[in-house]
């Protein structure tokens, strides 16, 4: 079954501990990217990836980092969390970039 | 910059009553459209993509229709299960970057 799988669903941590979310496709592509969706405000993109080792600046990247060491593999890293970036996070990847995009069931996070 | 607005910000229908979704956009050079559809809890569901003004793309009981400047989401005698909230999604030409808006929550009563 084709799916984009994003760990954890859920997570609760303090200011500033380090912390990863999880991105992983079985579909091949070579597009992947993360968004936050905030009420009020939509989805928003964070980071994007055009392929392997090739990643770029979504409209709300500050905060966050990424790295694409692998095709399937797309892991969204906070380094120093703070509570602004508390919110719900989804992964999503597709064949054609920014094209029909398949999005993982998303992580809430809350930084308190 | 890109913008896309949708509105309204929600509707409520009755079982059996069409209506339209409206997003409007701005946007340099479009490459596409896009309208997903989410679920509480879930994350979005692709439903159409819309390359140019005067292309229409249908799916069951909806119907995505694109002008210059917008694009409507047409709901025909809709049914409860098509409570969701409905996204659009634009992305300029050049670029692989994705805009999207707030959403249209859609709420069908039976």
């Known amino acids: 079954e084709a799916q984009v799988t994003q760990n954890p669903r859920y997570l609760i941590t303090v200011t500033g501990k380090k912390l990863t979310v999880t991105c992983s496709q079985n579909?091949?592509?070579?597009?992947m990217s993360w968004y936050r969706q905030d009420p009020g405000l939509g989805l928003r993109q964070i980071y994007y990836?055009?392929?392997?080792?090739?990643?770029d600046k979504g409209d709300v990247p500050e905060g966050y980092k990424v790295s694409r060491k692998e095709k399937r593999n797309f892991p969204l890293i906070l380094e120093s969390p703070s509570p602004n970036q508390t919110s719900l996070y989804f992964c999503?990847?597709?064949?054609?970039?920014?094209?029909?995009?398949?999005f993982g069931s998303g992580t809430q996070l809350s930084v308190l | 910059e890109d913008q896309v607005t949708q509105s309204p910000e929600a509707l409520r229908l009755q079982e059996g009553e069409s209506s339209s979704l409206n997003c409007s956009y701005t946007?340099?050079?479009?490459?596409?459209l896009f309208w997903y559809r989410q679920d509480p809890g879930k994350g979005p569901e692709f439903l159409f993509t819309?390359?140019?003004a005067g292309e229409e793309k249908e799916k069951e009981r909806l119907k995505a229709t694109l002008t210059k400047k917008e694009s409507f989401l047409h709901i025909t005698a809709p049914k409860p299960e098509d409570s969701a909230t409905y996204l659009c999604?634009?992305?300029?030409?050049?670029?692989?970057?994705?805009?999207f808006g707030t959403g249209t929550k859609l709420q069908v009563i039976p």
């Open positions: 579909m091949n592509h070579e597009y």
């Open positions: 999503a990847s597709s064949l054609i970039p920014g094209e029909k995009l398949f």
């Open positions: 999604a634009v992305r300029p030409g050049g670029y692989q970057k994705v805009t």
């Open positions: 946007v340099s050079g479009l490459r596409g």
């Open positions: 819309l390359y140019s």
């Open positions: 990836s055009m392929n392997v080792e090739v990643t």
